[in-house]
């Protein structure tokens, strides 16, 4: 993050993500206090320091605010306009470090363990696509990102019900939790699921949603407060790339799906956020979701 020691530090965000900057940002520099908006949280301590309501900062000594949420934009609009900060004293971490679990240790027993999934999703005939980090990883390093090292797949809402029966049967290595929308929208139903997280593991599986318009037929899903889109010509067939000597399904133009996605997909960008999506349909507010 390019910071000079000695700082006061303010860190907004007392999740894992907060623990995560806390992790990295302590040696050298003393953290003032941790900010979050939920109630829940506030009044209590991490190794020591305070959880304070946003309000709060105040009265704290500091000399940065480092953002650690993936609603950075809503947090950084609450700093600089109620809380008065100005924009230059406040940091955002970067989107890799903004993730509440870790792979298995060593880089073959998290592969060993994303053959597993693939293998269980492969046998249940499942019709799943390498999405995200992962297809940019393959397509890009062949292999995994460097400091994005997870396996990011997605499914289409008509297939939820087959994942959810095989994870019942199959899936007890990996501890999925499925996560459901907080609110409905006119693109899902409150409960309906959103994606499955593997607690054993950086496995995410996206759950995409149908969407019709008057520019064509859409997948939809949300990363963060992001409302992502595609149209559903990527999934109506798949290409099929090797992952460490595991063919592993793709979109089927996975060069025009990345474009769509990121850009320049070939440019390297460790300290990309998720606000520099291409794909952007809508952004909800904090907690939404």
């Known amino acids: 993050m390019k910071l000079p020691s000695g700082l006061?530090?303010?860190i907004f965000g007392a999740g894992s993500s907060g623990r995560a900057a806390y992790?990295?940002?302590?040696?050298?520099?003393?953290?003032a206090g941790f900010l979050d908006s939920d109630p829940a949280k506030q009044g209590q301590e991490i190794d020591g320091v305070p959880i304070l309501p946003p309000e709060a900062l105040a009265t704290l000594e500091h000399d940065r605010v480092v953002i650690a949420s993936m609603f950075d934009t809503e947090i950084a609009a609450l700093l600089t306009g109620p809380l008065g900060v100005p924009e230059t004293r406040l940091l955002r971490l970067p989107a890799y470090l903004l993730k509440a679990r870790s792979a298995p240790s060593g880089e073959a027993s998290a592969l060993a363990l994303?053959?597993?999934?693939?293998?269980?999703?492969h046998e249940s005939g499942i019709p799943y696509f390498a999405d995200h980090s992962l297809l940019l990883g393959i397509m890009r390093e062949n292999g995994?990102?460097?400091?994005?090292?997870?396996?990011?797949?997605?499914i289409m809402e008509e297939d939820?019900?087959?994942?959810?029966?095989?994870?019942?049967?199959?899936?007890a290595a990996f501890d999925f939790e499925e996560i459901g929308y907080r609110n409905s929208t006119e693109c899902w139903a409150r409960g309906e699921a959103r994606?499955?997280?593997?607690?054993?593991a950086e496995i995410d599986i996206h759950v995409k949603h149908r969407v019709a318009d008057s520019d064509g037929e859409w997948r939809v899903?949300?990363?963060?407060?992001?409302?992502?889109?595609?149209?559903?010509?990527?999934y109506a067939a798949a290409s099929w790339q090797d992952f460490n000597g595991v063919p592993v399904r793709c979109p089927a133009?996975?060069?025009?799906?990345?474009?769509?996605?990121?850009?320049?997909?070939?440019?390297?960008v460790k300290n990309w956020s998720y606000g520099d999506y291409r794909n952007i349909r809508a952004t909800y507010p904090a907690d939404f979701l």
């Open 8 to 10: 006061r530090l303010a």
């Open 23 to 31: 992790a990295l940002l302590r040696r050298g520099n003393s953290i």
């Open 114 to 121: 994303f053959a597993r999934c693939f293998d269980m999703l």
């Open 144 to 154: 995994l990102i460097p400091w994005a090292r997870e396996l990011d797949l997605c």
């Open 160 to 171: 939820v019900p087959a994942l959810r029966e095989v994870l019942r049967a199959q899936g």
């Open 195 to 200: 994606m499955f997280k593997a607690a054993a």
């Open 221 to 234: 899903w949300c990363v963060g407060p992001y409302l992502l889109q595609a149209g559903a010509r990527h």
């Open 253 to 268: 133009d996975p060069e025009a799906y990345l474009e769509a996605m990121y850009g320049s997909w070939r440019v390297k």
